[in-house]
């Protein structure tokens, strides 16, 4: 079974930082993109940051330049830095992986398809 761990959420005042985890675990063949999304209330999911498996990164326009994505492959987790936080980042902060679960048939494991996977989320709230 696999899952996605975050860790890192919490309060934290206008220009502040925190960090964020996120570590898959489970029988796992290999992980691709990862990346972070939030969702404020009564808006839209959106994409914050995104890293493929070779250290490719995205940002949102909002958040480029105070915002740093980053993976350690070796252990399947992505972190995410956030700096001169705002009140408008106050959100809840998802985690997001494509990766290709191991699957048992027979005794055995087998590499599947990719699939896509969520964490359960992190609350930032960031006050002014």
């Known amino acids: 079974q696999v899952q996605l761990v975050e860790s890192g959420g919490g309060l934290v005042q206008a220009g502040g930082s925190l960090r964020l985890s996120c570590a898959a675990s489970?029988?796992?063949?290999?992980?691709?993109?990862m990346g972070w999304y939030r969702q404020a209330p009564g808006k839209q999911r959106e994409s914050v940051a995104t890293?493929?498996?070779?250290?490719?990164?995205n940002y949102a326009d909002s958040v480029r330049g105070r915002f740093t994505i980053s993976r350690d492959n070796a252990k399947n987790t992505v972190y995410l830095q956030m700096n001169s936080l705002k009140p408008e980042d106050t959100a809840v902060y998802y985690c997001?992986?494509?990766?290709?679960?191991?699957?048992?048939?027979?005794?055995?494991?087998?590499?599947?398809?990719?699939?896509?996977?969520w964490g359960q989320g992190t609350q930032v709230t960031v006050s002014s």
């Open positions: 997001n992986a494509d990766l290709v679960p191991l699957t048992s048939l027979g005794g055995r494991y087998y590499a599947s398809k990719e699939y896509d996977y």
């Open positions: 890293i493929t498996s070779g250290g490719s990164t």
């Open positions: 489970g029988n796992i063949f290999v992980v691709n993109a």
